[in-house]
């Protein structure tokens, strides 16, 4: 009762691939077709590029996505990378933007042109350029899951649990990854429960925001140190509604960010 089989997918990050400008990726130069500069807050501070991901090369889902064309995500690179905590959708410090068809005559050299690399080099959680891929699988609901707690309860002896065969248990339901789709995993707390009304400062509502358009976790090795990191091993979520999705209005995704 607490997987999702059918609408989650595995974001596999390949730290050696050659990237394309058009290519599926974490970080890097992003896509930006001859006529596009990159994306502004209101102020005219230029936006910075964490992912995309070409729609054409995701297995076939029950998510919602389009099936072609291009999905880009950005952010502001300030001391709160992005984070709005007045607004979690006002999409100023972050943008999620869909290129319906791609222009397969933009090059490097051309986007380099245009667009700027934060001058602090560790600003970018993303903290190279890594070519993605895809696969089909199932996640678990995680521990902070804003329904967690009215699913377990359905679980016979869930209750009755001793402290250390909690501790397993959450171990076990909190996969951490990079993910479209499925069950999010939460460092703290889900910003869509209206529970949480202290993070939640002006009561908004973020009931609808069911779908996981993706999720970024922080990811290190002993030989390569941080390839990703947000705060102190934390992960970042953007969120869309199922009516914006079936729109394709990607104007006010939720995007929040947490660390341990």
Same mark, same amino acid.
């Given at each position: 009762?607490?997987? $999702?089989?059918?609408?989650?997918?595995?974001?596999?990050?390949?730290?050696?691939?050659? $990237?394309?400008?058009?290519?599926?990726?974490?970080?890097?130069?992003?896509?930006?077709?001859?006529?596009?500069?990159?994306?502004?807050?209101?102020?005219?501070?230029?936006?910075?590029?964490?992912?995309?991901?070409?729609?054409?090369?995701?297995?076939?889902?029950?998510?919602?996505?389009?099936?072609?064309?291009?999905?880009?995500?950005?952010?502001?690179?300030?001391?709160?990378?992005?984070?709005?905590?007045?607004?979690?959708?006002?999409?100023?410090?972050?943008?999620?933007?869909?290129?319906?068809?791609?222009?397969?005559?933009?090059?490097?050299?051309?986007?380099?042109?245009?667009?700027?690399?934060?001058?602090?080099?560790?600003? =970018?959680?993303?903290?190279?350029?890594?070519?993605?891929?895809?696969?089909?699988?199932?996640?678990?609901?995680?521990?902070?899951?804003?329904?967690?707690?009215?699913?377990? $309860?359905?679980?016979?002896?869930?209750?009755?649990?001793?402290?250390?065969?909690?501790?397993?248990?959450?171990?076990?339901?909190?996969?951490?990854?990079?993910?479209?789709?499925?069950?999010?995993?939460?460092?703290?707390?889900?910003?869509?429960?209206?529970?949480?009304?202290?993070?939640?400062?002006? $009561?908004?509502?973020?009931? =609808?925001?069911?779908?996981?358009?993706?999720?970024?976790?922080?990811?290190?090795?002993?030989?390569?140190?941080?390839?990703?990191?947000?705060?102190?091993?934390?992960?970042?979520?953007?969120?869309?509604?199922?009516?914006?999705?079936?729109?394709?209005?990607?104007?006010?995704?939720?995007?929040?960010?947490?660390?341990?």
């Amino acid at each position: 009762m607490i997987t $999702n089989n059918e609408d989650l997918l595995k974001v596999i990050d390949d730290l050696f691939e050659q $990237n394309n400008i058009t290519d599926s990726k974490f970080g890097g130069l992003p896509y930006l077709p001859q006529d596009v500069h990159c994306p502004t807050t209101l102020e005219g501070e230029q936006l910075h590029f964490l992912a995309q991901y070409r729609l054409d090369e995701i297995p076939k889902n029950d998510i919602g996505l389009p099936t072609t064309g291009l999905l880009q995500f950005w952010v502001l690179m300030d001391d709160m990378i992005g984070l709005n905590d007045d607004n979690y959708i006002l999409n100023d410090r972050h943008r999620v933007i869909y290129y319906p068809k791609i222009d397969m005559t933009v090059t490097r050299d051309g986007v380099s042109e245009k667009y700027r690399y934060p001058e602090d080099e560790y600003a =970018n959680p993303v903290r190279g350029e890594y070519a993605i891929t895809f696969q089909l699988g199932e996640n678990m609901m995680s521990y902070e899951d804003r329904d967690f707690d009215k699913v377990v $309860n359905q679980i016979e002896g869930y209750d009755y649990l001793s402290e250390a065969d909690e501790d397993k248990f959450y171990e076990i339901v909190n996969q951490e990854g990079h993910y479209i789709g499925g069950n999010p995993v939460f460092p703290q707390y889900d910003i869509r429960d209206s529970r949480y009304i202290e993070f939640n400062k002006h $009561n908004l509502d973020y009931s =609808n925001y069911d779908i996981l358009l993706l999720q970024i976790a922080s990811e290190w090795y002993d030989n390569t140190g941080d390839l990703i990191n947000w705060g102190d091993s934390g992960s970042a979520h953007f969120f869309i509604t199922k009516d914006d999705l079936e729109r394709l209005d990607f104007t006010k995704v939720l995007y929040e960010w947490a660390c341990y």
